[in-house]
């Protein structure tokens, strides 16, 4: 009997996964092109026609406010500029998950709690 015990509390530890943050959800899909300090220097980065993005300097970009907004519209692939972003996968259903609520310009707005965790950690990047 102790041995079905144990087995259980050993497959319930299995089920039990904490779920990923931002910067382990960056690692894992975007550090390839946006490197591993988001700077654009990913290993794919040199064999692109365009540079991706300096992640780190999107609030300075942007007169010292991170625009989350644009932020989560280009990852999810709701916002595409076809000049830059065709190389850029569209994360859109990549990042789907549980909601979270977050004001955008006055209005809460449902946001899938992945896609949140990656700009919330790109958001810390900033170098201002």
């Known amino acids: 009997m102790k041995i079905v015990y144990l087995l259980a509390l050993g497959l319930l530890a299995g089920c ?4 990923p943050t931002g ?14 300090d988001g700077t654009g ?3 794919v980065a040199s064999g692109l026609e365009r540079k991706p993005a300096n ?3 999107l609030s300075a970009r942007n007169k010292g406010v ?4 644009r932020v989560l519209s280009t990852i ?4 595409r500029n076809p000049a830059f972003e065709t190389a850029m996968p569209e994360f859109g259903s990549f990042f789907s ?10 209005v809460m707005t449902p946001v899938p709690e992945p896609l949140l965790l990656v700009a919330e950690y790109l958001r810390s990047l900033q170098t201002q």
Do not use: K, V, Y
């Open 16 to 19: 039990t996964q904490e779920p």
């Open 23 to 36: 910067a382990q959800l960056f690692a894992d899909n975007c550090t390839a092109c946006h490197g591993a």
């Open 41 to 43: 220097s990913g290993w």
């Open 55 to 57: 992640l780190t300097t």
């Open 66 to 69: 991170f625009p989350m907004e």
């Open 76 to 79: 999810d692939g709701f916002h």
């Open 97 to 106: 998950g549980p909601m979270d609520q977050i004001e955008l310009d006055g």
